[in-house]
């Protein structure tokens, strides 16, 4: 079975599992879910889920926390990890929010990426889940494990992966397919232990039993 004939029952079998996904991190707007993304890396959404309430109490959009101190910042958002740059960025982030886009989270991957702390990944992200725009496949951990044991890329590389997969899916769907591998990845896929035997891919998975990619 090729990528093409197994991309499409993925989805389907997928979809019949999570036939809603939202992304796992906690946000009401793009600016949270931009902010929640930026910590999230090398750090799990349920640390992050915690940390954001208090962040966004204290500085509830771009223009409150282009204002903040970085030390105040480095306090709050201390437990996610490399707290020092992701405060330095996040307020980065929203003093360009505020001075070059009016104050709105800018809706294209090139003027997204612009903001320090946002890169591919997470500007694929915002822009599928907060505007219903689809430039990309988001590809991190969990995308990059599944794609790979599912036989769909044989690359390693973040970029090269997503060029393998957008292919395979309609554009509208790309979105859709990211926030499913994630949470399939978490579930039922994870690096150390797959649970091959209660997985519904598992017949067309050429990776079964395969752990630790």
Request: proline share 7%; glycine share 6%.
């Given at each position: ?5 197994r ?36 750090c ?32 709050v958002?201390?437990s ?9 960025n ?10 070059v ?32 725009i ?80």
């Amino acid at each position: 079975m090729t990528s093409t004939e197994r991309a499409p029952i993925i989805f389907e079998r997928l979809r019949l599992r999570y036939p809603k996904t939202v992304p796992a991190l906690d946000h009401t707007n793009a600016w949270e879910l931009l902010v929640a993304t930026v910590l999230a890396a090398q750090c799990t959404d349920a640390r992050v889920n915690m940390v954001t309430p208090n962040l966004f109490a204290r500085w509830p959009g771009p223009a409150e926390l282009a204002t903040a101190s970085q030390e105040d910042l480095e306090e709050v958002v201390r437990s996610t990890g490399f707290y020092h740059n992701k405060a330095k960025n996040l307020i980065g982030a929203a003093k360009r929010v505020m001075d070059v886009f009016g104050g709105e989270v800018p809706r294209t991957l090139a003027e997204l990426i612009t903001l320090p702390g946002v890169a591919r990944k997470t500007a694929n992200i915002v822009m599928s889940n907060s505007f219903g725009i689809h430039e990309g496949i988001a590809v991190d951990t969990h995308v990059t494990r599944l794609a790979y044991r599912l036989g769909l890329t044989d690359a390693k590389d973040a970029v090269k992966i997503e060029r393998d997969l957008m292919p395979l899916y309609p554009r509208e769907h790309w979105g859709e397919i990211n926030n499913m591998l994630v949470y399939f990845g978490r579930e039922v896929c994870p690096a150390r232990a797959p649970k091959c035997p209660s997985c519904e891919l598992e017949d067309i998975c050429p990776k079964r039993g395969v752990a630790g990619k």
